[in-house]
């Protein structure tokens, strides 16, 4: 039995990683539910507007993109990096439109390796996606990076100690620090982090916002 909780559960936590086939359909529905607050909070956070460009980083189900694309109108550019295949196939079918339009640009691509020029983007969003770097200081720099001066990087992470008491993220997740992430943000030059508690979700989150040196 222990074998076989262990097997379960490393699948779970491989979906919410990297969401494919058949039971990635159904991760990805389950993550729009499940993340809508917080990847609501994190695209007010950004205070993009009418005709910006910005990015969301690891879209999974991609309700972040819906939601960017809403706040940008036609006259703006959403990116949208996923390194899962299957979600990008998912989002090429369900954004057609807004694709064909120019509006929506999606690229295969992770937070260590964005396919996004330097200094294009006025804001990025990322949510429950640092758990699976390895590299955090090489994450960060990428979003200092694309990010022209004054644009806005925004992180959505689970509170640590909230999400090591669920049974999956013993196998694959990297639970950090708050302080640990919000150190790594200020040695890629992002100033004025500011750090955002949401309480109203299923699971704790903490939102951190902060911004190039304009």
């Known amino acids: 039995m222990a074998r076989l909780r262990q097997a379960v559960l490393t ?38 507007t009418a005709g ?22 036609p006259q703006g550019t959403v990116h949208g990096v996923e390194i899962a295949e299957d979600m990008l196939t998912r989002a090429r079918a369900r954004f057609a439109t807004q694709i064909a339009a120019g509006s929506l640009v999606l690229e295969n691509g992770s937070l260590t390796a964005l396919p996004i020029e330097d200094k294009s983007l006025d804001a990025a969003i990322t949510v429950n996606t640092v758990y699976f770097v390895t590299d955090l200081d090489a994450a960060c ?13 925004v992180l959505g992470i ?25 150190a790594s943000l200020r ?15 299923a699971v ?9 040196p304009a």
């Open 141 to 153: 720099a990428e979003l200092a990076r694309v990010l022209r001066p004054g644009g806005r990087a």
């Open 158 to 182: 689970g509170d640590p100690d909230a999400m090591a008491r669920l049974p999956f993220t013993a196998y694959g997740f990297t639970l950090r620090p708050i302080a640990e992430v919000v």
């Open 187 to 201: 040695r890629a030059g992002l100033e004025e982090v500011e750090q955002r508690r949401l309480t109203d979700v």
């Open 11 to 48: 699948a779970v936590a491989g979906q919410l990683g990297r969401p494919h086939g058949v039971v990635g359909r159904g991760v990805a529905l389950l993550l729009n539910r499940g993340n809508r607050a917080a990847v609501a909070r994190a695209v007010e956070a950004t205070e993009v």
């Open 52 to 73: 910006n460009a910005v990015a969301d980083i690891g879209f999974g189900g991609g309700l972040g993109l819906e939601l960017l694309l809403q706040r940008v109108g």
């Open 204 to 212: 704790p989150h903490h939102l951190l916002v902060a911004a190039t």
